[in-house]
């Protein structure tokens, strides 16, 4: 049986989710001194909930989640990590900006995601309408708490100005 365009999409999700996932946790790593207070490593740790729950509604909808979802959302992070960002063997004060950047990005992306299976809800009632509603919820405070941080860390590296905060 072919995928279905819904299945399709879910998919892809999966693949963007789980790359999040993968650099959340090495960014909660290589930061957890900058952030502090274990923010990072929940908010990793959130990500990969939030992973559990894309795939736990695909397959109440019947869309099967394949391996290469997964594949390619770990080799996808993995590849990000060859960015240009002025060093070749350490970890540049660029990588702070960028990653958090890319982590945001990855949140608006699955709240996107959410936003679309609440919609489907309404028509399709093995989806759980106020779970998805909580999932959406929880996708903007991970939003929010990111963009915290990434302000922070664009002014520390380039000015107060640059951060949007003065």
């Given at each position: 049986?072919?995928?279905?365009?819904?299945?399709?999409?879910?998919?892809?999700?999966?693949?963007?989710?789980?790359?999040?996932?993968?650099?959340?946790?090495?960014f909660a790593?290589?930061?957890?001194?900058?952030?502090?207070?274990?923010?990072?490593?929940?908010?990793?740790?959130?990500?990969?909930?939030?992973?559990?729950?894309?795939?736990?509604?695909?397959?109440?909808?019947?869309?099967?989640?394949?391996?290469?979802?997964?594949?390619?959302?770990?080799?996808?992070?993995?590849?990000?990590?060859?960015?240009?960002?002025?060093r070749m063997?350490?970890?540049?004060?660029?990588?702070?900006?960028?990653?958090?950047?890319?982590?945001?990005?990855?949140?608006?992306?699955?709240?996107?995601?959410?936003?679309?299976?609440?919609?489907?809800?309404?028509?399709?009632?093995?989806?759980?309408?106020?779970?998805?509603?909580?999932?959406?919820?929880?996708?903007?405070?991970?939003?929010?708490?990111?963009?915290?941080?990434?302000?922070?860390?664009?002014?520390?590296?380039?000015?107060?100005?640059?951060?949007?905060?003065?």
């Open positions: 049986m072919g995928r279905t365009l819904l299945g399709i999409y879910l998919n892809d999700h999966v693949a963007v989710v789980t790359a999040g996932v993968e650099l959340a946790r090495r790593r290589s930061e957890a001194g900058w952030a502090g207070n274990g923010k990072l490593d929940r908010l990793a740790e959130e990500m990969a909930e939030d992973l559990d729950a894309l795939t736990g509604m695909m397959r109440a909808i019947g869309e099967p989640a394949g391996p290469g979802g997964r594949w390619a959302g770990w080799l996808l992070e993995k590849a990000g990590r060859l960015k240009l960002n002025g063997l350490s970890r540049s004060p660029l990588s702070r900006v960028v990653e958090l950047e890319g982590l945001r990005l990855g949140v608006e992306g699955k709240v996107a995601a959410w936003r679309t299976l609440r919609a489907r809800a309404a028509v399709d009632a093995r989806l759980d309408a106020d779970r998805l509603d909580e999932l959406i919820a929880n996708g903007r405070s991970q939003a929010t708490r990111l963009e915290r941080l990434r302000a922070r860390a664009v002014g520390e590296l380039f000015g107060e100005e640059a951060a949007g905060t003065a």
